[in-house]
């Protein structure tokens, strides 16, 4: 029997709410499959632990992690008023994406069974993509800083780094990725129109790696024209790979385009598996329903199957999936964005209850 360890971190806001969610629909499904088994440990990293501590986890959080032997880290939303954003970010998820080296951050955009899009006559074959976005260099790679601050004088500066490296198995991922999920193409986002030297370098590595890959048609797109093809021709898409930036917000806008922030998972990965990769929904903190007993848990269930499916546990990854398309075709237990009435804890029942029902 496989035997995972997982970290968990509830994060902030409704974090604990949807976190709760997903390890209760984990340990049932380990239950019912019953070819694995997952132990997870709780940190309480985060804005409380930076109110009281003055850090968002301690120095060495991701040795802690590291060491501890974590297959993986289930990660809640991050963020809370009384914290700066970029304290947040970069005092947590950005040090353990960067020093964990998850180079590639996999966002599924995907309009599910029962969940209806705000785009007018799309349906399910329309909206199914593939964010592939680059997570550890780029506009975030935190080179720059300021001088002379609060004079008239005073300069920020912000770099943008793609090293070779990390540009050509970011764009060789997403090729990889097409050929072993049968996906027909790959689309890059650029704006090299603008950006004369780190935009035109990416189209130069993009064109050099889709070289290797003859049978799969590519193109590239500047990412504001692409951002109207999303709203206007969905269809048309398929796999995206964007620089860091450009995958944040595309894929933002993929997750609006396919129904709700709540139902959009990530995967941050180290396909090499040298470092444990991290999986968690890609919506906000939403503190103010947080504590209502509200929110939709299924980003963050939908997460934990990424893990699985990562781990190689497929079977109990399809069987997790089907019992959420299954609970949001049926609509009887669907939270407030989603147009029901139901509790977070409902709504994360009513996945459990299904795959009972599906394992029998």
Aim: with cysteine.
């Amino acid at each position: 029997m496989q035997h995972y360890h997982i970290a968990v971190l509830p994060g902030d806001g409704i974090g604990q709410e949807v976190i709760t969610e997903s390890v209760q629909t984990l340990e049932v499904l380990a239950q019912l499959h019953g070819g694995f088994r997952l132990d997870t440990h709780e940190f309480d990293w985060g804005s409380d632990y930076y109110l009281r501590e003055g850090a968002m986890m301690p120095a060495d959080g991701p040795t802690i992690l590291k060491q501890s032997g974590f297959d993986g880290i289930l990660l809640g939303p991050v963020g809370d008023p009384r914290v700066p954003d970029h304290i947040t970010l970069w005092g947590l998820l950005l040090p353990i994406r960067q020093q964990f080296d998850q180079y590639v951050n996999l966002r599924p955009i995907r309009l599910l069974p029962g969940v209806r899009s705000p785009l007018a006559n799309k349906g399910l074959a329309d909206i199914d993509m593939i964010c592939v976005r680059e997570n550890t260099e780029g506009e975030y790679a935190g080179v720059g800083g300021r001088v002379h601050q609060g004079t008239n004088d005073e300069v920020a500066i912000q770099s943008t780094v793609f090293t070779r490296s990390g540009t050509v198995r970011i764009i060789r991922y997403a090729f990889q990725y097409a050929r072993e999920h049968g996906r027909r193409k790959v689309t890059s986002a650029t704006k090299s129109n603008s950006l004369q030297y780190n935009m035109v370098f990416w189209d130069e590595v993009f064109a050099q790696v889709a070289a290797d890959y003859p049978e799969i048609p590519h193109e590239q797109q500047l990412i504001d024209s692409l951002a109207a093809r999303f709203v206007s021709r969905p269809e048309s898409l398929d796999v995206i790979v964007c620089s860091n930036l450009f995958g944040d917000i595309l894929s933002d806008l993929g997750a609006a385009l396919a129904g709700s922030m709540g139902l959009a998972p990530s995967a941050n990965l180290n396909p090499e598996r040298r470092y444990p990769s991290l999986f968690q929904a890609i919506h906000g903190s939403a503190p103010d329903i947080a504590g209502k007993g509200i929110a939709n848990p299924i980003a963050s269930i939908w997460s934990a199957q990424l893990m699985l499916d990562f781990f190689g546990e497929h079977e109990a990854a399809t069987l997790l999936m089907r019992a959420i398309e299954d609970v949001l075709t049926a609509r009887q237990a669907l939270t407030p964005d989603l147009g029901g009435t139901a509790t977070t804890h409902q709504l994360g029942d009513g996945i459990r209850t299904q795959l009972r029902t599906l394992a029998h």
